[in-house]
């Protein structure tokens, strides 16, 4: 009897035990959608950034001004933050110098283990400022890319752990990395570096905000690690990896197209139609509906949310952008703010279908851009809208 108590005992410690280590394991950053007051990286009245640590100082960049949190007219940016109120401004520079932040993990990342992670980034088209080989005032506009790496100091680059493509895109997309460490990592530094292999070091700008936590999955051939049973698990996750409470499916199950006769398929929007669509056109997401004063997006909504999945799934090549609007009656901040976080919602929830983040950028334009006469309430009822516009079809 005792032999059977002991056997039943073992079998449920390692059930136990396989389970606890199969979690998955989440690493919050602090700070992670850079929420600060707005400042210009100049060197008078510098006061850091929350939970950031500038590394221009122990690259040995000395001289050079730290990185900004935007909006606020800054360079003559303006583009709304894409999560909460504030957002990082790094630029690379004609001298050879780049900007960089880095913060201590409050856990490490494990060498050999595989981690997601998921970052909103952008480029400023305008962003002027004085050149530091002829100082005349120039525009710090080419693409660069965002390095991500990894040390067990404070803006130490031991490992290069992921490298985005070079930042075009002037409003707001999301651009997923896969780390798998050859080092345990302590320390993590977001950097703006040049597209390489390149003659010589230029002027550009990126534009960074709403990041994940860092999360670990299974590597290649592995078995599918067991959710975090954290409270917080879900506050800060990758898209993809975050609960869903309605229809849409993780994006790693979406791998083909799924066999859905063309003529089945929903058409509330009929000007999705591949043969009409031009570079440049904006459409009118029709029975898109969001609580009010939120972002939050209606279960009624998911029916035309899914026919745009759908013309995206089937047609690859093509790039749009998701803007938000609103009414011209609270204020351009606040207007600002919800047309963003709207704007991103839907792009988020068509990731998480399994669009190609690649494919799709998310912008506010706020009250910029009305359609209607606000003075009445069917026109602010037209203008509060979100829009599909075209940016290529040969992508």
Known sequence: MKKHIAILTFLAWMISSQFIFSQIDTVFLRNPSFEDTPKRGTNEYWSGIKNWTDCAPIQGFRGETPPDIHPNGWWENDLPASDGKTYLGMVTRDNDTYESVSQRLDEELKAGKCYTFVINLARAPRYISLTRTTGVEANYNTPVVLRIWGGSTLCQEMELLGESSPVSNSSWQIFNFDFKPKNNIRYI????????????????????????????????????????????????????????????????????????????IPKIMTELSRTDLKEGQTIEIKNLYFSEDSSSISLSSFEVLDEVYNFLLYNKNIIVEIGGHTNNIPSHEYCDKLSTLRAKAVAEYLVRKGIAPDKIQFKGYGKKQPIADNKTPSGRKRNQRVEIKILSTKG
């Not at 898209?239 to 003529?263: G, L, N, V, Y």
């Open 189 to 264: 530094t977001f950097s703006a570096f040049y597209k390489t292999p390149t003659l010589f070091p230029y002027n550009g700008n990126l534009l960074i905000d709403g990041g994940s936590a860092i999360i670990q999955e299974a590597c290649p051939g592995e078995t599918p690690l067991l959710a975090s049973n954290s409270r917080n698990a879900d506050k800060k996750l990758p898209p993809h990896k975050q609960k869903q409470s309605s229809s849409p499916k993780p994006a790693q199950q979406e791998t083909k197209p799924k066999e859905t006769p063309a003529e089945k």
